[in-house]
């Protein structure tokens, strides 16, 4: 069996079975992705080994539907299996006592899937499939907990904020197929001159939804109410990684009006976003908003022309922002909050995780020799031949340290208290393992260079720089408070930096009052037709009546007459001869009376 089938079918085929079985979903689902995943590293070896592979599916009339598996498309999907295959072994553990063990492990494979789908479509209407797919399956786990308040908002949240810009998609699509008469991905990133232009910022538009930047970053931060295992995968390699990805792959095609847009929107959301992580009051949703940051430094970095560099942040930042959700969600377990208040102490109690923890800040700060110093670095070293690029990236890094150093320190101040050891085994088990791959990623690189035949540009100004800001970060938010920190833009960092009520202020609420206008006139529209229909039946009940008690009962009554007049007469044909001849003789005489009688009248 072709190694990309096992990747695709595997959780695929875990996840049917879990749902009629609804016994053992967690075996199911580690022996499921663990299958995915030893076939996703066997795509990796033979991309080292160099080869190629490809599935060919029937699709529409000479367009077929592709899975390829390229050096690019190998690396993406071993990312994506190994960041959910322990994700899911920490699953095993926070869902332990959740009644709906089988749905939640369905649905999370079937998410796998979806993903692992889009990383290896080689062609757009698989791609566009993939896109769709994960969307729905990110709207089920995050409304996982529908019964609980405000996680069914939160769910609708998520998903229009993302379809929104998935017009942006599928015009890209269309325009790219149009320009080069096929659905193939490589061959559409030929295209060239404006078709590639409007295409590159229709694509943009897409990520910036899935990406979570501005200004659709606010869904990324209410789309906490999910479990903490939803919430690492989505932020790490899955659903918000899926934009990054997109731009990513279609990097060689994007034409310098594309990249200044591109490394625009991603220099201000690595700020913006990296001021509300400074601000928050809550530990998930601070690292909400610093996925968003971070994402908004992989577009800096496709927006300098290096999209490599933005790839290795990708993959270091997987791993980083993993094990700092899931190191979060012991936390959560043991406090029952995720407040940054009711955090306080929460590390002292758990050491072991806590420094698992802060060994994933310091790497996410970029802290040598930790995988996030490196891709740091790259990213620095594309963005200083623009100093505007330069100058958003550096101010990113500093606010990256600074928000991490105040997580630190709320942890560890304050008192520890007593913690549950259920389920930590398993949880443990699945941090553990990112938090070694955010420590050694980085030893790798040099080879993923290798392989996706790429040189990084080499900058020691750019490496100092880097060092300096993560440092500076560091410090700054490990002994200074934030309300100091941010100063006057405090209050605009605490509600979003929303303007004129932000999007959904702008869009959203807009939106939903057409929707009620509409529905009202629907309603208005439906109860019209409701009282002409009324109204029609009122009078064909009233032509009924008349035409049963008028028409029909005269029609009736003549023909009762009729008959009873038929019945008077028959009584005189009764067939006796004296009889008949003495009414013949009546007659007669009758008949002579008048007419003796008739002249003297006339």
């Known amino acids: 069996m072709n190694l990309i089938t096992l990747v695709l079918l595997a959780p695929l085929l875990a996840a049917i079975l879990i749902l009629p079985l609804r016994r053992w979903p967690e075996a199911i689902a580690l022996a499921g992705i663990g299958i995915s995943f030893a076939a996703a590293l066997g795509l990796l070896a033979a991309g080292f080994s160099g080869t190629t592979s490809q599935v060919i599916l029937p699709g529409l009339p000479e367009m077929p539907l592709r899975l390829v598996a390229t050096p690019l498309t190998s690396v993406l999907s071993a990312l994506v299996a190994t960041v959910a295959a322990f994700v899911l072994l920490y699953a095993v553990g926070y869902m332990g006592k959740d009644n709906e063990k089988p749905r939640f492990f369905t649905t999370m494979l079937l998410f796998v899937t979806a993903m692992q789908t889009l990383v290896l479509a080689g062609d757009w209407i698989t791609l566009l499939a993939a896109w769709e797919l994960i969307g729905f399956s990110s709207y089920l786990l995050i409304g996982f907990w529908y019964g609980r308040e405000g996680v069914a908002g939160a769910a609708t949240r998520a998903f229009i904020y993302t379809r929104s810009a998935d017009l942006g998609l599928y015009i890209g699509i269309f325009v790219l197929i149009a320009a080069a008469g096929t659905t193939e991905i490589s061959v559409t990133l030929n295209v060239t001159g404006p078709a590639a232009i409007i295409a590159g910022l229709l694509l943009l538009i897409a990520a910036i939804g899935k990406s979570a930047q501005v ?58 976003t990296g001021l509300i992580a400074l601000g928050e009051r809550d530990l998930k949703r601070m690292l909400a908003a610093s996925t968003s940051s971070q994402y908004g430094l992989m577009l800096v970095a496709v927006g300098a022309g290096v999209p490599m560099a933005a790839l290795l942040h990708l993959i270091a930042h997987a791993a980083i922002k993993s094990s700092l959700f899931l190191g979060a969600g012991v936390f959560q377990h043991d406090r029952d909050s995720t407040a940054m208040e009711d955090m306080a102490g929460a590390g002292r109690a758990r050491p072991r995780i806590f420094a698992g923890f802060a060994i994933s800040a310091l790497a996410l700060a970029g802290i040598p020799p930790l995988s996030g110093f490196f891709s740091k670095d790259a990213i620095i070293a594309a963005a200083l031949t623009t100093p505007w690029l330069a100058a958003l990236a550096l101010v990113g890094t500093v606010l990256t340290g600074a928000y991490m150093a105040r997580a630190l320190h709320i942890l560890w101040a304050g008192k520890p208290r007593a913690t549950s050891s259920a389920g930590v085994v398993w949880m443990g088990a699945g941090i553990a393992v990112l938090v070694v791959l955010a420590i050694i990623l980085g030893a790798g690189f040099p080879a993923l260079e290798q392989l996706l035949e790429v040189e990084l540009p080499v900058s020691y100004l750019a490496m100092a720089l880097g060092l300096a800001a993560a440092a500076s970060g560091l410090a700054l938010g490990w002994f200074v408070p934030a309300a100091q920190l941010l100063g006057p833009v405090r209050p605009w960092a605490l509600r979003g930096f929303a303007i004129a009520g932000g999007f959904d202020g702008l869009v959203l609420r807009p ?70 001849l003495a009414l013949t003789v009546i007659g007669t005489a009758i008949i002579t009376v008048v007419l003796i009688a008739a002249p003297m009248y006339f």
Not at 241 to 255: N, V
Not at 522 to 548: C, H, M, W
């Open 511 to 580: 939106a939903m009052a057409i929707a009620r206008v509409c529905e009202r006139l629907e309603r208005v529209l439906y109860n019209g037709v409701l009282a002409i229909g009324q109204s029609n039946l009122e009078l064909g009940f009233i032509t009924r009546k008349s035409d049963e008690q008028g028409i029909d009962a005269m029609i009736f009554g003549l023909v009762r007459r009729t008959i009873a007049a038929g019945d008077r007469v028959r009584l005189l044909q009764s067939g006796l001869i004296h009889r008949e």
């Open 215 to 272: 200004p659709l970053y606010d869904w990324l931060q209410r789309a906490m109410a999910g479990p903490t295992p939803v919430s690492a995968l989505l932020h790490s390699a899955t659903l918000v990684a899926a934009g990054a990805i997109l731009l990513i792959r279609t990097a060689p095609m994007l034409p310098p009006q594309a990249l200044l847009a591109v490394g625009l929107v991603g220099g201000i959301t690595a700020v913006v």
